[in-house]
C-alpha cells in the first residue's frame, strides 16, 4: 500500500517555466505534499530529480542561515533547462523537526550549538525525515531512475533501497555565505553531506 495518494494537479508558471504542480496527501498523517513535474517523465531515460525538504525560512523568508531556497530555485532552473524533471516538495520542517521546534534549535544556534546539537538538545534525532513517502510519490508519477540533484547520502541510499534506481548523483552546491558556512560545515562532518572540492562531481550508479 501506498504511504501517500495523488489527489489533484495543475499549471504553475513560474520565472523558469510553466510545471505540472501535483498534490499528494500522506496516508498516516494527513500531511499534504507537492510535486513539479515538466515534460514526460514516465519513460525510461533517467529523469533529473530532486527531493527539497520544506523549509519556510530558507525558501520563502530568504533565510542566509542555510542554503535551501538556493537549492530550490537551482533546481528549478536546472530542470527547466533540460525541459524534463521532477522536484519533490516534501513537508519535512526542520529536518523533521517541524517550524516552531526549528525556531527553537535555531536560538540555541544564537547560543553557540551547532544545527545537528540543538536537535538534539530539543530532544530530536539530527534527522528525523522519512523518505518512504518520497518513493512512493515517485512511483505514482512514473519515476524510476533518477539523476538526483543532492549532496546527502542519506537521499541517495534511501531511494536505491525503495526501488529507485539512482542513475547519477548531481551535485547541488549552491548559495554558500558567512551566515551559513559553519552550517554547512557542520552537515558535511557530523551528517556526511558531499560538500567538498572532490565531491563536486556527477557520480554514475
Known amino acids: 500500500m501506498s504511504s501517500v495518494s495523488l489527489i489533484a494537479s495543475s499549471k504553475l508558471p513560474t520565472p523558469w517555466g510553466t510545471f505540472t504542480l501535483v498534490g499528494f496527501k500522506e496516508t498516516a498523517s494527513g500531511k499534504d505534499h507537492a510535486a513539479l513535474v515538466m515534460g514526460d517523465i514516465t519513460t525510461p531515460e533517467p529523469v533529473l530529480g530532486r527531493i527539497h525538504s520544506e523549509c519556510l525560512t530558507g525558501d520563502a523568508l ?5 542554503d535551501c531556497g538556493f537549492q530550490l530555485q537551482a533546481a528549478m532552473q536546472r530542470i527547466a533547462q533540460e525541459q524534463r524533471g521532477v522536484l519533490l516538495y516534501v513537508r519535512q520542517e526542520g529536518r ?11 536560538n540555541l544556534q544564537d547560543q553557540g550549538a551547532d544545527t545537528v546539537d540543538a536537535n538534539v538538545a530539543l530532544g530530536f534525532a539530527a534527522d528525523m525525515r522519512d523518505y518512504t513517502i518520497c518513493a512512493d510519490m515517485l512511483k505514482l508519477l512514473g519515476v524510476s531512475s533518477l539523476r538526483l540533484m543532492t549532496n546527502n547520502p542519506r537521499k541517495l541510499n534511501a531511494m536505491e533501497k525503495m526501488g529507485i ?14 551566515f551559513n558556512e559553519f552550517y554547512l ?5 557530523k551528517l556526511g553531506h558531499m560538500l567538498k572540492a572532490e565531491d563536486d562531481q556527477p557520480t554514475q550508479g
Open 62 to 66: 530568504f533565510s542566509l542561515r542555510c
Open 96 to 106: 523533521g523537526i517541524g517550524l516552531l521546534n526549528k525556531i527553537h534549535a535555531y
Open 165 to 178: 534506481h539512482i542513475a547519477e548523483r548531481v551535485p547541488l552546491q549552491e548559495g554558500k555565505n558567512p
Open 185 to 189: 560545515e557542520t552537515k558535511a562532518g
